[in-house]
């Protein structure tokens, strides 16, 4: 079935120390949309990836999407307090069917 | 320009009662999407749904609830004789465009049913 993996389901690291969030695809997706949620907030859009091999950097946010279409990344570079929350890619399989990953919920150890 | 808003923010509810949850999309915005968050739990699609027209509602459990969308007033969602497992924070998102697009969600509606 079409489904998405979202890694890891936590992850605590100390300020200053990198992040990686994965999602991977037993299928070719069309594209793949990111999006943060803060503690007790609302998801909030941060981008979308459409090319094989995509890559967009926001500041200190860097946005992958596989050559194959079929795996994802955010990496942060640098964690501060303000990147705390959960971390949910949408993917696009092609049918419209709107199916969040399973987030990745940052905590920062200050 | 406002963002897409969402009234209640709280609701309280007995076992029973019914839940009417209101969301206004963003002006020029005619797609809406309502999805449930269970505590410390992801987001679940339940509907989409565009002025008139329910497009998808295949996350949508087929007894108590219902959603609409007409041509004038917000969006609403419906629930009939709630059950305590229906307590989550119902999140609905606007889009000005059909299918996969980006979506801007409200600041949601916590549902708590005693």
């Known amino acids: ?25 037993s299928t070719t997706l069309s594209n793949i949309q990111w999006y943060k949620q803060r503690p ?4 909030v859009f941060l981008i979308q990836l459409v090319k094989s091999g995509e890559v967009k950097k926001q500041k200190r946010l860097t946005f992958q999407f596989g050559e194959a279409k079929k795996n994802s990344s955010l990496h942060i570079t640098a964690t501060q307090t303000t990147d705390v929350g959960t971390y949910f890619c949408l993917p696009n399989f092609g049918n419209e069917k709107l199916t969040f990953g399973t987030g990745t919920r940052l905590t920062i150890i200050p | 320009n406002a963002g897409v808003m969402q009234n209640p923010r709280h609701l309280v509810r007995r076992r029973g009662q019914e839940a009417r949850l209101r969301c206004s999309p963003m002006k020029g915005h005619s797609h809406v999407y309502w999805y449930r968050q269970l505590p410390e739990e992801g987001l ?20 108590r609830f219902s959603a609409e969308f007409p041509k004038e007033g917000p969006s609403i969602l419906r629930i009939q004789q709630v059950v305590r497992g229906d307590s989550a924070a119902y999140f609905c998102a606007s889009s000005p465009l059909p299918g996969y697009n980006e979506q801007f969600f409200g600041p949601g509606t916590r549902l708590t049913v005693l």
Do not use: A, R, W
């Open chain 2, 44 to 63: 679940k699609f339940m509907v989409y749904l565009q002025k008139e027209n329910i497009i998808d509602e295949s996350g949508m459990p087929k007894e």
């Open chain 1, 40 to 43: 007790g907030g609302h998801p």
């Open chain 1, 1 to 25: 079935g079409q489904q998405v993996m979202q890694i890891p389901q936590y992850q605590h690291v100390q300020e200053g120390e990198d992040f990686t969030t994965y999602c991977n695809s």
